[in-house]
């Protein structure tokens, strides 16, 4: 009998210290001044462009890894939060989703350094917007006269989105 007291008290044990260890969040049982593991979101800290002979280019420039990026045709441009139109030239727009991602640090404070409402005179680019930074998302909207042919991918040390969208050749 004494067998089976001393099992029970020893799989009471076992269980009390895994419920204890599933309520306490990680960085509860992290020692004082001591990072956990986890990565930090990606900060979003500045936007620019530059026109070239077959297109033009916008580059959002973050620090930490890449975070997922989505890009996409709207038929007009809001402000996150507000719900506000955008106002940037144009008749044709992409809406430019980074997530997770932030552009202010722990504190609230800004770590974004770029326009926040620009235009822009480029043979195709015409505007951009930073349109959001709530929730884990930052978002940007960017204003074209024509349809955009675009084509986005991600450039390396530093991090990089690039969006390039195509237009006649203007150098030749």
């Known amino acids: 009998m004494h067998y089976h007291q001393r ?16 309520t ?8 004082s001044g001591v990072s956990g593991q986890t990565s930090p979101t990606a900060l979003v800290v500045n936007a ?12 959002i420039d973050v620090r930490g890894t890449m975070p997922s990026v989505d890009v996409k045709p709207v038929k007009e441009l809001r402000y996150d939060a507000s719900g506000k139109r955008v106002p940037l030239p144009g008749k044709h727009f992409l809406q430019i989703k980074l ?17 926040r ?16 930074d709530f929730e ?6 960017a204003s074209f006269n024509a349809k955009p042919a675009y084509h986005t991918f991600a450039l390396h040390s530093p991090q990089r989105l690039v969006l390039d969208v195509r237009h006649a050749n203007r150098c030749a």
Do not use: E, M
Not at 99 to 115: D, E, I, K, L, M
């Open 117 to 132: 409402l620009v235009k822009i005179r480029l043979p195709q680019l015409k505007g951009l917007a930073l349109t959001g």
């Open 7 to 22: 099992r029970a008290t020893i799989a009471a044990s076992l269980l009390l210290a895994a419920a204890v260890g599933t």
């Open 99 to 115: 997530s997770p991602a932030a552009a202010h640090n722990a504190a609230g404070r800004s770590v974004y350094q770029g326009p």
């Open 48 to 59: 620019r462009w530059g026109g070239h002979c077959t297109f033009d280019r916008l580059v």
């Open 24 to 31: 306490f969040p990680a960085s509860a049982a992290t020692p």
């Open 136 to 141: 884990g998302v930052v978002s940007f909207g």
